[in-house]
């Protein structure tokens, strides 16, 4: 009976006296694509749970993969659910179990300069993987003021972690090279390796004290909406990269009948951002100057600018 009476105090004293980062109902959306696809992520808080004597939020994740028809339109696999994810936090400090062990994750008290250990993973020739603050500011969200926390990684990091976070929200905005969503994600340091990494874009947070929060534009489960529904002007967009391989120039040829913006990206194997370029409206050609670029595979990704589609490919650098 005592046994169970200190489990019972132990258990509500946790309950009372732990302080959660995010408070209940909370659900994130991310949208990704890679070269072979598209979709987006429902990241989910509803439960608790102890793990290692700390009152942790598990988080759920559930993965939408999205296939496109050549009418535009496309159809949504079932939900996969992916594994959970564990957090808890003290005072300013966010930290989450990675490896059977609690790692700092975020702080949102944290300053210039400061810097700290997420992943002592050295998998891939990689390094252990810190993060280190770049930046520091203050923010309206929903009329709400929060702070954020610009962050960084080192170079060779085994885990790529670059962005804005956000109290009481997270990773949104990302950084330099591939966008983040919620957690840290893993990448190879091994430059005889092509990886394809999944790009994010945050859209989507609201919980049981936030209103929604949407910073895409569009509805946050776009894709269940609208799946199976042809879309005659996307359809329209027809593109072609040639020569692929190519040396010193590149050529992007489209069949542009909206007229739409179009905005182009270029990753090296290592997932970095190495050209941005926007076309202008009804553009139908575009001569790119790759002969800054090292030999090797690169991949591209094009967003229309009112349809929010997708187009990727990849193209060889002699």
Not at 6 to 24: E, P, V
Not at 35 to 52: A, C, L, P
Not at 99 to 119: E, K, Q, R
Not at 184 to 204: A, G, I, K, N, R
Request: glycine share 6%; proline share 2%.
């Amino acid at each position: 009976m005592k046994k169970l009476f200190t489990l019972l105090f132990t258990f509500a004293f946790l309950s009372l006296s732990a302080q959660s980062w995010i408070n209940k109902n909370a659900v994130w959306h991310y949208d990704f694509w890679y070269v072979g696809g598209s979709g987006f992520y429902r990241m989910e808080y509803n439960m608790d749970t102890i793990i290692q004597g700390h009152l942790c939020q598990k988080i759920e994740e559930i993965e939408y993969d999205v296939y496109t028809a050549a009418n535009g339109s496309f159809t949504i696999s079932s939900p996969i659910n992916n594994p959970a994810e564990y957090t808890y936090s003290s005072g300013d400090t966010v930290y989450y179990l990675h490896n059977n062990a609690f790692y700092i994750l975020y702080d949102f008290g944290a300053s210039i300069g400061d810097s700290w250990l997420l992943s002592d993973d050295t998998a891939f020739g990689c390094a252990e993987s810190y993060v280190t603050v770049i930046d520091t500011g203050t923010m309206q969200v929903n009329n709400s003021t929060r702070r954020w926390v610009n962050i960084t990684t080192n170079n060779n990091a085994a885990y790529y972690f670059h962005g804005i976070i956000i109290e009481g929200i997270g990773m949104t905005e990302g950084g330099q090279m591939i966008n983040c969503k919620l957690f840290p994600m893993p990448v190879s340091c091994d430059t005889s390796l092509t990886v394809e990494y999944y790009e994010h874009d945050f859209t989507c947070f609201e919980d049981s004290l936030t209103p929604l929060y949407n910073t895409s534009g569009k509805e946050c489960e776009y894709y269940l909406i609208y799946a199976g529904i042809d879309d005659a002007d996307i359809a329209n967009i027809q593109i072609n990269v040639f020569p692929n391989p190519a040396t010193n120039f590149i050529n992007f040829e489209f069949d542009n009948t909206t007229k739409e913006q179009l905005f182009l990206s270029i990753f090296n194997a290592q997932g970095q951002t190495v050209k941005t370029i926007e076309f202008g409206s009804g553009s139908k050609s575009q001569n790119i100057d790759i002969s800054d670029l090292s030999s090797g595979v690169y991949f591209y990704r094009i967003n229309t600018e009112k349809f929010d589609k997708q187009f990727s490919g990849t193209f060889l650098k002699k």
